[in-house]
């Protein structure tokens, strides 16, 4: 029997969605961690993910804690969590997310309150069927320093420049990672094996630092 292609993700976008009715999605789904929601003014979608997705996902988030721990950053991963402003109408779950800077005032908080709290420094986003709902705008309102996104065939690296995003070579945050050599880990990991890949993103850091 031949092998049947499944999508990374599945995308259902609705609209008119009150902000009452996404809390209470949101609450209804805490124990699935397989569904990401994305809000914005009235627009839900909601993405159910599969290995593939997650397994990119968990690539990239190893590549900045490896960078993080070789160059000396204070890093906190805060995985899926789901920031949320209800001043903006906006939220979202991201696929993984770090802070640096406030990576130790982050680690005293159970509950991320972004009308106090700081947002993440970094957003991971693999997005390979391309979805509905641009999240840029989001990222931009609630203050997301870069995001890395992976849309299935490179990783590109956008930093906030006012309020909207450029497309940059070399994170800003997290030098000195490059979108070109985050795409060849990427790569790499469907080759090697993983204690070698993990040899392997140790040596560049070391060598570039």
């Not at 969605?17 to 994305?38: A, C, D, K, P």
């Not at 804690?65 to 991201?94: H, M, W, Y």
């Not at 990222?139 to 890395?148: L, N, P």
Request: glycine share 6%; charged share 25%.
């Amino acid at each position: 029997m031949p092998a049947i292609a499944v999508p990374a993700e599945n995308r259902l976008l609705l609209r008119n969605i009150s902000w009452e009715t996404y809390e209470r999605l949101l609450s209804e789904s805490v124990e699935n961690s397989g569904m990401r929601f994305t809000y914005d003014e009235g627009n839900l979608e909601i993405m159910v993910v599969s290995i593939g997705h997650e397994m990119y996902k968990c690539t990239l988030a190893l590549i900045v804690q490896i960078v993080a721990e070789e160059t000396g950053r204070s890093c906190r991963g805060a995985g899926n969590t789901t920031f949320r402003r209800e001043d903006l109408l906006k939220g979202f779950e991201p696929d993984s997310c770090f802070y640096f800077r406030y990576a130790k005032a982050i680690r005293q908080i159970d509950k991320v309150d972004l009308t106090i709290d700081p947002p993440p420094e970094l957003v991971i986003e693999v997005d390979i069927t391309s979805s509905s709902l641009d999240r840029f705008p989001i990222f931009a309102a609630i203050g997301v320093a870069e995001v890395w996104r992976y849309d299935g065939e490179r990783v590109r690296f956008h930093t906030l420049d006012g309020n909207s995003y450029r497309e940059i070579g070399r994170s800003i945050v997290l030098p000195p990672m490059t979108a070109s050599q985050a795409t060849s880990f990427l790569d790499l990991d469907r080759e090697e094996e993983p204690i070698d890949w993990l040899r392997a993103v140790r040596a560049w850091v070391r060598a570039h630092i």
